[in-house]
């Protein structure tokens, strides 16, 4: 059973790094940029050093433990993501992994692990995912790739992304490719189940998800991060606590709550916004876990090698390479299935009433818009506004009276 040495650039608040760790593996160096990231960081991994910017790769291989032999990478999904500029390499942040790359030329290490959006494989042609798969195998890499919601793993949020697993020594389908379930996938009427959505969307989307909230994320349509909305059986809107949005992830309640940034990485205050922008941005915990204990307990994968891939192919949803031959494999997102509390269950805390502002503008924006929607949800969010506006009336009249009184 390998233990693996972690060398974990972009490590976000460790949501990597905690499912592996949890499956036995260690980790020697974190290497992020963010202040208020590197403070959980250094909060819930205090012996581990961190390393503030991955371009100085002279200094980060200077602290690259010798016997490192996994390098972890979450690299920023900015300019991938369909919630973003999409932009692709051609901007700031998602092009951070060709440090990566730079990175593992200079410092090899045996296996690596990235995990991005799904948009990564479509986002102009597929070109940036051909970019570090081709860089990869240029290196010497075998890899396999797989796309994976986190619902399989028992969370009630659809999240996909997808797991890139490259490795010198080994077939690396032993790691992604194990277990292919077929989820149950049904409608639920609105008064039977709760059902998450975007409040911030309206006009491209909704994220609509029954009895579970679409993905966290870092960022919105509107351009700040924030929860999604959940229409609750009962019909009553509310934004999740911090609390349930990380348990979310499969992080312990409070991963985020800290007062103060570190004062090396700089200074200030963490806010709401900041912490569900922290969240959204992060690794799942139960997905890493799982990806863990197949790195540890590797098994061998004896399933359809698949079809080879075609240099004018898209990218399918899961594919890898053999060292000769780039091939698709017919492999669904779910590679267990366990059990899920219904999402009003899930949660332990009440959550807030989404405000009048924020229901009075997705109102709108849903009213004017031709998407698709579930019957009873646009008058189950007109309710909701008018018993947040009567209810706003009626604290304006109780303040009036008391300053009046006063």
């Not at 202040?35 to 012996?47: D, G, H, I, K, N």
């Not at 863990?292 to 090698?305: C, E, T």
Request: proline content about 7%.
């Amino acid at each position: 059973m390998p233990q693996f040495d972690i060398t974990a650039i972009f490590g976000g608040i460790g949501g990597l790094e905690l499912g592996l760790h949890k499956a036995g593996h260690r980790t020697s160096l974190f290497c992020e940029c963010d202040p208020e990231a590197v403070t959980v960081l250094r909060q819930q991994f205090p012996s581990i050093p961190v390393a503030l910017d991955v371009r100085r790769t002279d200094e980060l291989i200077e602290r690259i433990a010798r016997k490192s032999n996994l390098l972890t990478a979450g690299f920023p999904c900015t300019d991938l993501s369909q919630a973003g500029a999409t932009r692709g390499f051609l901007g700031g942040r998602s092009s951070l992994i060709r440090e990566t790359i730079e990175l593992l030329r200079r410092r090899p290490f045996a296996n690596v692990l990235i995990e991005n959006v799904p948009n990564w494989r479509h986002l102009h042609g597929g070109e940036y995912l051909r970019e570090v798969l081709s860089a990869l195998e240029g290196l010497g890499y075998r890899w396999a790739y797989r796309t994976i919601d986190a619902r399989a793993f028992g969370l009630p949020q659809r999240r996909l992304r997808i797991f890139l697993f490259a490795t010198m020594k080994d077939d690396p389908r032993n790691v992604l490719f194990h277990g292919d379930i077929v989820p149950e996938d049904r409608a639920i009427p609105l008064n039977e189940a709760a059902h998450g959505f975007y409040w911030t969307e309206g006009t491209r989307g909704l994220g609509w998800g029954e009895d579970c909230v679409p993905t966290l994320k870092g960022g919105s349509a509107i351009g700040i991060p924030a929860p999604p909305a959940i229409l609750m059986p009962t019909m009553e809107i509310v934004t999740p606590d911090l609390v349930d949005g990380e348990r979310l992830q499969g992080f312990p309640s409070a991963w985020t709550e800290f007062e103060e940034r570190d004062p090396v990485a700089g200074g200030g205050r963490f806010n709401r916004r900041r912490r569900w922008m922290l969240i959204g941005n992060a690794v799942n915990v139960e997905v890493s876990t799982w990806i863990g204990k197949r790195l540890r307990d590797r098994k061998v994968y004896s399933g359809d090698p698949g079809t080879v891939l075609s240099p004018g192919d898209s990218w399918p949803a899961v594919a890898w390479f053999d060292g000769k031959v780039r091939r698709r494999v017919d492999l669904g997102t779910w590679p267990v299935d366990r059990k899920r509390k219904p999402l009003a269950d899930f949660l332990s805390k009440p959550g807030a009433p989404l405000s009048v502002r924020a229901t009075a503008g997705f109102y709108k924006r849903i009213k004017a818009s031709s998407l698709s929607r579930k019957p009873g949800f646009v008058e189950a969010v007109e309710r909701h506004l008018r018993r947040m506006e009567c209810q706003a009336g009626e604290r304006k009249v109780k303040d009036l009276v008391l300053t009046k009184a006063a």
